[in-house]
Structure formats: structure tokens, C-alpha cells
């Protein structure tokens, strides 16, 4: 059960993510973009793929830009893999690349003419946020199975760029199909600014694919993985091993144990 977890200069995640696939029972694979362009390695060798959170090519031009430019030729080979049915997330800057490279949202244009189909931009506060932050689930996905659709769940998130943006057609496309895997929830609707850290539109923190196998999510549950890395951790009654990020890596080893 080997996972790519695919990085570049800038990238300061893997360490945690690959913590985090290892404590499941999965196998990383630290992979470098240019190991993967040089044929070195191969995505069809793996049963799924993580690009982890950080500040890829230090956010030059726009973040997650730079990296989607280097996998762009080879995403033939990621969209094979997500059609094959193996899971890929993308977690924060990993949102970002999914974005760019028009993985996510998974709209019916994209299936004409690949491309962009939204933007994850600037914060609306326009400083870099980083705070934990609410979270309810929307659908449940193979990442999700352990959690509750309506769950409200606390991760942390730290961006400068999570605002996302798309057009009302494609919103209301992603709405219809269920692609909304997350959403920003504070005491009002739509949730104000802190709780939605960035002015995302519609509240949205994570989308899925239409089949289900791919997530892209801003804030990290790489870093609530243990229950010790809650921030409300002191006020915690019961001690739990676990925290409100295991699921995400849980979910992806059950799926993958059940295909093999």
C-alpha cells in the first residue's frame, strides 16, 4: 500500500502527512516533482497519492502555480490514476495545485477543455491566517466514512490564499453534484470572518470529485492527527488517542485495503 507523497521546494508538510499515512498502516514514498519528471518514478506505482501543505516554490506568481506547471505534463498519468479509483488528496498548497491543474472542482467543463475552473486567492483579510477553525462535513467520501454528514469537526489553517472563487455556474454545479465536502461554520450563515478565515465564497474549506476519490481540503488534519494537537485540547473531559485528522488517513488505508 505505497503512497506517493509528492513535494518540491517550499513543501514543509511531509514530514506530518507522512507520520500520519505510516500510523494507518500505509507506506509513503517522499517523491520529489523532478524525480517524477525524470521517469525515476512512476505514479502507476502507487495506490494513491498526498501532495502535502507548504509554500511550494515559495508561492511565486500565485500559490500552487509553479508546482501544477511541473506536473502538468504528467497529468494524463494523475487523471489515469483517479480514474483507475486510487485516492489523492491535496491539503492546503495541495488544494491549491488540484486547483490549478482543474482536478478540482470536477465540472463538466473540464471534461471538454482542461483547465482552471476556479482560483484559490488571497485572503479577503489579506494577512496570512492561521488559527483552528470549524468545520462541518457535508458528504461522505472514502476520506470522510468516519465521520457523520452535519459533523462539526476543528482542524488548524494557515494560508495566505484560501479564498475560493469560481464562477456562479460552476458553484452551482459543484452544489448540485455534491462536490462540497466542507464547509467554514461559525454562529451566523453564511460564517463571518474569523470563522471563514478566508471569505471563501459559500463558505466552501474542501471539495471532492464527482466519483468520490479525490479531496482537496485548505485547513490540515495532518496537524490534528493525535488529540494532543487540538487547540482545545486542555478542555477536553475524556482523552482520546486520536484526533479530529485521523479519519482523513484512516478512511484512505480502509478503502485501499478494500480494493487489494
Known sequence: MDICVLVMEGTNNEAETSHSL?????????????????????????????????FSAGDYVRSGAIFAAYLRPLLPDLRSLIADGWPVLGICNGFQILV???????????????GPTAILTRNSSARFECRAV?????????????????????????????????STKILEEITTTGQVAFRYVGPSIPAEYPYN????????????????????????PERAFYWYQQASWPRQQEVHHYGPGYPFFAGMAAYIKERE
Open 197 to 220: 478565515p478566508n471569505g471563501s465564497l459559500d463558505d466552501i474549506a474542501g471539495l471532492v470529485n464527482r466519483q468520490g476519490n479525490v479531496l482537496g481540503i485548505m485547513p490540515h
Open 22 to 54: 505510516a500510523a494507518v498502516g500505509l507506506t509513503p514514498h517522499i517523491v520529489i516533482i523532478r524525480e517524477l519528471i525524470a521517469g525515476k518514478y512512476s505514479l502507476h506505482q502507487f495506490n494513491g497519492l498526498v501532495i502535502p501543505g507548504g
Open 134 to 166: 470549524s468545520l462541518r462535513c457535508e458528504q461522505i467520501n472514502l476520506f470522510t466514512r468516519g465521520l457523520k454528514r452535519g459533523e462539526i469537526i476543528e482542524l488548524p489553517a494557515a494560508h495566505a490564499e484560501g479564498r475560493f472563487v469560481t
Open 100 to 114: 490549478e491543474l482543474g482536478v478540482l472542482p470536477d465540472c463538466k467543463e473540464n471534461d471538454e477543455t482542461p
